[in-house]
């Protein structure tokens, strides 16, 4: 629930970490701005997009350039890590969970880390920052907010690897449909499991091309400590990232099996088809023509019907004859 009010508009909860302490302090929610500023230690402050009144909250504290203060505010669904004036900020991914359950769905996080605050914003609640949350509120492992921002990237990977296990479970699932009795006619789960890794995949490579760019950049650029985090962070998404390629490509070549045994069905159908039109079409041209309409017509008394039904057993069996002879049957 997001605890909202006239001092502090749009939070949904801050913590102040001291040095020294084994436990952060949560900020009273009737506390003023200027204490978020002010005091020992750093800061965590973390805010809903949904509350209108967010913006003008982010522009009053922290001394964030303009750039970082767009990052904050903004609604992109594009994952960025930028370096400017001693601050990192930026987009990730994460994936967003309702009051009673985690989902699949893809969420946003923004972000912005000084040496002395560090700022996040959702539009919707998120399942790896709240686990972030239930940690500090356990014991306090963060000496910095560069700290902080990393085990927010190791949550998402914590989760990210859960997602694959669980992503996984469903592929098995499926490949056991697929190569089973069961056959391939009906697997409505392949083609959003696939919509869900490709995009995963897509994020990660985003993600840990930005963490390496701006990990290259000089230590007096970035608060302290995050070269070192960057490297470890790339480290830790890239073996994730070998898990949902893998996983990718056992989806994609599970989707071209089911499109062979398709295809080979239906060359089966149609080799079906070929054959009865093969052996129907010598009785039709019998029966159409016999079925003219002009004078002297052979065997056109009584025992006409006899003889064309026996010209049409002919022609059949001759059908069968020409395709034995060509190998076909």
């Not at 995009?199 to 950049?217: E, F, P, Q, V």
């Not at 790339?234 to 070549?253: C, G, M, N, W």
């Not at 080799?271 to 016999?290: D, E, N």
Request: with cysteine; glycine share 6%; hydrophobic share 45%.
């Amino acid at each position: 629930m997001n605890l909202i009010s006239p001092e502090i508009p749009g939070i949904v909860w801050a913590y102040r970490f001291l040095p020294g302490e084994s436990r952060c302090q949560r900020i009273a929610t009737d506390a003023s701005i200027d204490s978020l500023l002010s005091g020992e230690g750093w800061v965590w402050v973390h805010l809903a997009l949904s509350d209108a009144r967010t913006p003008a909250l982010i522009e009053r504290i922290g001394n964030l350039p303009p750039l970082a203060v767009a990052t904050l505010t903004s609604h992109d669904t594009q994952a960025a890590i930028t370096v400017s004036d001693d601050i990192v900020h930026g987009t990730l991914v994460d994936f967003e969970r309702t009051f009673d359950a985690v989902t699949k769905t893809i969420g946003w996080l923004h972000f912005a880390v000084s040496d002395r605050i560090i700022i996040t914003t959702r539009l919707h609640p998120l399942r790896s920052i709240d686990r972030v949350k239930a940690a500090v509120e356990k014991s306090t492992k963060c000496a910095r907010p560069i700290d902080l921002f990393e085990m927010i990237v190791v949550e998402f990977q914590r989760t990210l690897i859960s997602l694959v296990l669980e992503l996984t479970e469903d592929l098995n699932v499926i490949e056991d449909h697929v190569y089973g009795e069961a056959g391939h006619r009906q697997q409505p789960g392949l083609a959003p499991l696939r919509r869900t890794v490709v995009r995963l995949h897509r994020h990660l490579r985003t993600i840990l091309a930005l963490l390496r760019r701006a990990g290259a950049s000089d230590e007096d650029e970035v608060p302290p400590g995050f070269i070192d985090a960057a490297e470890r962070l790339s480290d830790r998404l890239e073996a994730v990232d070998r898990d949902v390629f893998a996983l990718q490509e056992r989806a994609r070549l599970l989707h071209e099996e089911i499109d062979s045994k398709i295809s080979s069905e239906t060359n089966r159908h149609l080799y079906i088809l070929s054959l009865m039109t093969a052996f129907l079409l010598p009785p039709t041209l019998v029966t159409g023509f016999f079925g003219m309409n002009t004078g002297a017509l052979p065997f056109a008394d009584g025992t006409g019907t006899l003889y064309a039904a026996l010209f049409i057993a002919l022609s059949m069996g001759f059908a069968w004859w020409i395709l034995r002879r060509i190998g076909i049957l």
